[in-house]
């Protein structure tokens, strides 16, 4: 008997001593896998309900431009309805995103993992920034009464989302051109 | 045993996209150690079971966090062990650190060489050991774990950790012995 081996068959007879009943086992499966559904059920009716309220509150946006007699605030209302749908799209994305790094993240070194980080943690911080300066730039413009003026600072507000919409994208297609060319390289030479 | 490694890394990259057949059967293949674990642990059986489904909801939950799926052993022993401390913690049993004796039962033991019958012995020793004792040597003699993951698993440093388990062994050795001697 090879030592492994007799290493395996003492850990499996140490396990035979006290091994689980198979009711109580089965019982606490059944529990365990009931709680795992309700709480995944929660979390996605969560996501779903917070997705709901963004498209809702961004066709609000959207129609109250139909109903002001004010050029000044249907400019405003407008822009607000696509400020809203943007930065959600985003944020999608960023999901996206984060979901192929964290795939590709487990075949990276560590500092390309910690520059990943901080990369991630720049861009976070700057979308945040962004997102509450240009949503205070957009509550201001509600207050003026040029209306040529009010849609010249408005259109500015869009373009911030810009470079996100773009990055965002790119990203995860160069990641997932990564992950192709990491298959690839364990196809050819059985890297694991 | 690479094989084994392998196919529950696999099954951990299942559980991290959400593949809940894959969690059953995670479950199915580590319960069993988990359980016994924790009962050298935790001693009443349906504490056992809470802090099992404590640990496996929070597996669930964090299970993407995971970075290397080979490290998945090491990790869910973790939590076990963080859920069995906090229970013990709740309950101010951790700090006192002993349990109650079952020195009755093996008595009328004869050690056996036979890798079976020498397994209940250990089984029925590990119970006379202080708790940190038990819980190292059922590390060891349950997952092979190295010194490392060991003081990973319990919050110890790897010094520490390498004097627990000698200390640990020593008892157990001392126990085999008085017990072949009765």
Known sequence: MSEPNGKKEFADNLLAQDPPSADMQQRHKEVLLKKIERRMCLQRTVIIAIYMVIFLAAFGAFNLRKYTDNVVHAIGWGTVSLHIFLWSLIYILRGICMEMEGLIEKRLDNDERRRNKNQNLFLTILAIVLFVLSTWFLYRSFFLTDSLKAAQKVVSVLWTTIFFLIFYPFRTASLIAKLWFEYKKMDLYGRT | ?182
């Open chain 2, 1 to 182: 045993m690479k094989q084994d490694k392998l196919s529950n890394a696999v099954l951990v990259l299942s559980c991290q996209k959400r593949d809940e057949s894959a969690f059953r059967e995670l479950v199915d293949r580590w319960e069993p150690r988990l359980y016994y674990y924790l009962r050298r642990i935790v001693e009443n059986e349906s504490d056992v079971w809470d802090t099992l489904q404590e640990t496996w909801l929070a597996v669930f939950q964090n299970i993407r966090k995971l970075q290397d799926p080979l490290k998945f052993p090491t990790w869910l022993y973790q939590i076990s062990h963080n859920k069995a401390v906090s229970l013990l913690r709740k309950e101010n049993r951790y700090a006192q650190m002993t349990v109650e004796k079952m020195a009755d039962d093996c008595k009328s033991n004869n050690a056996v060489l036979a890798v079976n019958e020498q397994a209940e012995l250990v089984h029925k020793l590990l119970g006379q050991l202080k708790l940190a004792h038990r819980e190292v040597l059922t590390l060891h003699f349950l997952e092979g774990f190295s010194i490392r993951e060991m003081a990973q698993i319990i919050g110890i440093s790897e010094g520490t950790a390498k004097s627990r388990l000698h200390y640990a062994k020593n008892e157990l050795y001392a126990a085999l012995k008085g017990a072949n001697d009765v």
